[in-house]
């Protein structure tokens, strides 16, 4: 008390910086004549200045050209936002946005948060088959909120470029399973239907890319209604986990619906194909076929029309490999 010399008379408020986060404030005054000074007043109400609430959980957009765009709701706080740290999961690795280049980084020393004017940023060079995740913290003079809830996830499907015409279903030695179907006379002129259909429906600058940003992420559709385009799938996704791990995760809980990244569906004669069978055979083995789940649309192009090996107009699927991993 003998270093804090007394406000003058004239005044009738102070105002002080430095204040700890999470800490409760509370003050009394005391008045000073000629006479000698006052008792302390009554204990005013106690304040305490809070570190941002956690941002609402981000969207996560695929773009063109391997690129990712995430965005957030700005947070309103007093003291104000000043900056946002961007987490990604990129698959099982953790790294961050550097918004100084542009990038992911995995060290967070490296990673520059961005300004609390931007709510949206773009990466490039994402991972085919790779899942990425995002979380968002913000940051203002009373420290950083916790990370948000993580953003549905979102997958870039690497797609291989479709094959000459001699070698579409029914006439790739590699397909000659479907000689054993009795459909194979149907497969055969679906075949030559496919390859005019290509022509017709595919979009011109985008003819061997199936998995694209365009689609509507907020549409669900009963389960029941989406079919296979392929005719067999392996008992692993791209990582090496096996299909059983996913549906494991999902019966029990420990795993939700929304974690798993967004099936694409596209339309076509009538129907409505996945080109994520592995994913769409895990959920069929889990949920209800009135389930509705959410998808983004594609479109007919030449990766759809190679993938679409189906001679049962995609009503069931064929396993291959190893039965416990199914």
Same mark, same amino acid.
């Given at each position: 008390?003998?270093?804090?010399?007394?406000?003058?008379?004239?005044?009738t408020? *102070?105002?002080?910086?430095?204040?700890?986060?999470?800490?409760?404030?509370?003050?009394?005054?005391?008045?000073?004549?000629?006479?000698?000074?006052?008792?302390?007043?009554?204990?005013?109400?106690?304040?305490?200045?809070?570190?941002?609430? %956690? $941002?609402?959980? $981000?969207?996560?957009?695929?773009?063109?050209?391997?690129?990712?765009c995430?965005?957030?709701?700005?947070? !309103?706080h007093?003291?104000?936002v000043?900056?946002?740290?961007?987490?990604?999961?990129?698959?099982?690795?953790?790294?961050?946005?550097?918004?100084?280049?542009?990038?992911?980084?995995?060290?967070?020393?490296?990673? %520059?948060?961005?300004?609390?004017?931007?709510?949206?940023?773009?990466? !490039?060079?994402?991972?085919?088959?790779?899942?990425?995740?995002?979380?968002? %913290? %913000?940051?203002?003079?009373?420290?950083?909120?916790?990370?948000?809830?993580?953003?549905?996830?979102?997958?870039?499907?690497?797609?291989?470029?479709?094959?000459?015409?001699?070698?579409?279903m029914?006439?790739?030695?590699?397909?000659?399973?479907?000689?054993?179907?009795?459909?194979?006379?149907?497969?055969?002129?679906?075949?030559?239907?496919?390859?005019?259909?290509?022509?017709?429906?595919?979009?011109?600058?985008?003819?061997?890319?199936?998995?694209?940003?365009?689609?509507?992420n907020?549409?669900?559709?009963?389960?029941?209604? *989406?079919?296979?385009?392929?005719?067999?799938?392996?008992?692993?996704?791209?990582?090496?986990?096996?299909?059983?791990?996913?549906?494991?995760?999902?019966?029990?809980?420990?795993?939700?619906?929304?974690?798993?990244?967004?099936?694409?569906?596209?339309?076509?004669?009538?129907?409505?194909?996945?080109?994520?069978?592995?994913?769409?055979?895990?959920?069929?083995?889990?949920f209800? $076929?009135?389930?509705?789940?959410?998808?983004?649309?594609?479109?007919?192009?030449?990766?759809?029309?190679?993938?679409?090996?189906?001679?049962?107009?995609?009503?069931?699927?064929?396993?291959?490999?190893?039965?416990?991993?199914?």
């Open positions: 008390t003998s270093k804090a010399a007394p406000v003058k008379a004239s005044t408020s *102070i105002t002080f910086s430095g204040a700890i986060a999470d800490v409760a404030y509370s003050a009394q005054v005391a008045a000073r004549s000629e006479v000698g000074w006052s008792e302390y007043s009554v204990r005013g109400c106690a304040v305490t200045i809070k570190k941002p609430m %956690a $941002p609402s959980a $981000p969207t996560l957009k695929l773009l063109g050209g391997n690129k990712i995430i965005s957030w709701a700005a947070v !309103s007093t003291p104000a000043t900056h946002y740290v961007i987490s990604v999961h990129e698959g099982s690795r953790l790294k961050y946005f550097d918004s100084v280049s542009g990038t992911l980084v995995e060290d967070t020393s490296k990673a %520059a948060p961005v300004k609390a004017s931007t709510t949206s940023i773009t990466f !490039s060079g994402a991972i085919a088959d790779v899942a990425y995740r995002a979380k968002v %913290a %913000a940051s203002s003079e009373s420290g950083w909120s916790e990370y948000s809830a993580g953003g549905c996830a979102v997958i870039i499907e690497e797609h291989v470029l479709p094959a000459t015409p001699s070698k579409l029914g006439l790739d030695p590699s397909l000659s399973r479907c000689s054993t179907m009795s459909g194979l006379s149907s497969c055969t002129s679906t075949s030559q239907a496919l390859l005019s259909a290509s022509s017709q429906h595919a979009s011109p600058s985008h003819q061997s890319v199936l998995r694209l940003s365009s689609g509507d907020g549409r669900r559709i009963p389960l029941g209604t *989406i079919l296979f385009s392929q005719d067999s799938i392996k008992g692993v996704f791209r990582d090496g986990s096996p299909l059983a791990k996913m549906r494991r995760e999902l019966q029990t809980g420990l795993t939700s619906l929304e974690d798993v990244p967004t099936i694409t569906v596209v339309p076509y004669s009538g129907l409505l194909y996945s080109v994520d069978n592995r994913r769409l055979w895990v959920f069929k083995q889990v209800h $076929p009135s389930c509705e789940i959410p998808v983004v649309l594609g479109y007919v192009d030449s990766g759809f029309l190679r993938k679409l090996t189906t001679c049962v107009q995609g009503r069931s699927v064929a396993r291959r490999g190893s039965l416990h991993t199914f």
